[in-house]
């Protein structure tokens, strides 16, 4: 059986070993293939059966000119970038993984607030450059610094990472809110379900861990924003597309949005003339909340066991039935 992993070095830069999945079959490792359609994907697949994908995007095309193949997992939860209706009316299952780093996507989340917050990384780099040590005062904060104890943080979205989340802040003595449209016992142990309009309402902080949907795409949007507080801190690890990325940089440039904390952008890498990348008070990071060692273990670990399952006839965590 051969396997071709297209874009392997994410998942594993070389402190993980493919050694469990090697021993499934003859495997090909690319560290990186292409982010956009392009004739290399179909040449690289050639005519494995199985083939193993990150970001890679597997299209019709590449389907068509790859009648061999059989398989295809994604190295994520994430599948959009695969033509998955298509590889169902060709017999082809699309699996992934769909719970890996729950805890470590939620602590970023927090992360990612607390930098906002008080500004560790900026007042570190001052200190080097001798600001701490010529200053007339004891001490100095060049930004304002946020207690979160007593605010209101709004979750968009209160699955497992939401949740994760969720606990962290109930923690901070912070008031938890969350919209949802599927409602569950555990998330009502943690946060009070409100609609999503009561929610921009309220919030001092909002949490984006939805999924990309219609429903859900653009959520953050020049209409939304103006229902919420002014001075709203958003926070989004989950996906860029949530957020109507000119939309957020004129709030955040106008002072309506106090400061936002992003993992993910609209295009990935970011393109260099993002608003996103000029805007006032705004911290992005290059999608790395997943990025742990543990978690990228644990994506191996499923991926292994999905490739086991189907050589054996019972797939498993297939998004295309």
């Known amino acids: ?122 007042h570190d780099k001052t200190v080097k450059e001798g600001k701490w040590e010529h200053n007339q005062d004891w001490c100095y904060w060049d930004f304002p610094m946020i207690e979160l104890y007593g ?24 008031k938890v809110i969350a919209y949802d449209a599927y409602q569950s016992d555990a998330g009502k142990a943690l946060a009070e379900y409100v609609d999503l309009d009561t929610l921009f309402a309220q919030a001092d902080v909002i949490f984006l861990h939805c999924p990309l949907f219609p429903e859900t795409e653009g959520i953050i949007n020049k209409a939304n924003i103006a229902k919420m507080k002014d001075g709203v801190i958003i926070i989004n690890n989950s996906r860029g597309q949530l957020v109507v990325e000119q939309d957020l940089a004129d709030a955040l440039n106008s002072g309506k949005v106090y400061a936002a904390g992003l993992d993910v952008v609209s295009t990935e890498p970011v393109k260099g003339d993002n608003p996103l990348l000029t805007a006032n008070n705004c911290i992005i990071t290059p999608h790395i909340s997943w990025a742990a060692q543990a978690s990228r273990q644990r994506i191996m670990d ?7 399952a189907f050589l054996k006839g019972e797939t498993k965590n297939v998004v295309n039935k």
Not at 86 to 113: D, F, S
Not at 153 to 159: K, S, T
Not at 302 to 308: E, L, P, S, Y
């Open 151 to 174: 605010k209101t943080a709004g979750i968009i979205g209160l699955g497992r990472i939401g949740q994760a989340t969720a606990k962290i802040l109930n923690s901070l003595d912070m």
């Open 1 to 122: 059986m051969k396997i071709v992993v297209l874009d392997g070095y994410t998942e594993n830069p070389g402190d993980l070993s493919w050694e469990a999945l090697e021993k499934l079959g003859d495997v090909t490792v690319y560290d990186r293939t292409s982010y956009v359609d392009a004739p290399i994907i179909a040449e690289r697949i050639g005519d494995a059966e199985i083939v193993i994908t990150n970001k890679t995007p597997i299209t019709k095309a590449t389907i068509d000119a790859c009648p061999n193949m059989k398989l295809i997992a994604f190295l994520a939860t994430g599948y959009n970038v695969a033509d998955y209706n298509y590889a169902k009316e060709k017999g082809i299952p699309v699996v992934n993984v769909p719970t890996y780093g729950t805890q470590i996507v939620g602590q970023y989340a927090v992360g990612l607030l607390f930098e906002i917050c008080s500004h560790y990384g900026y």
């Open 302 to 308: 499923i991926t292994v066991d999905n490739v086991a």
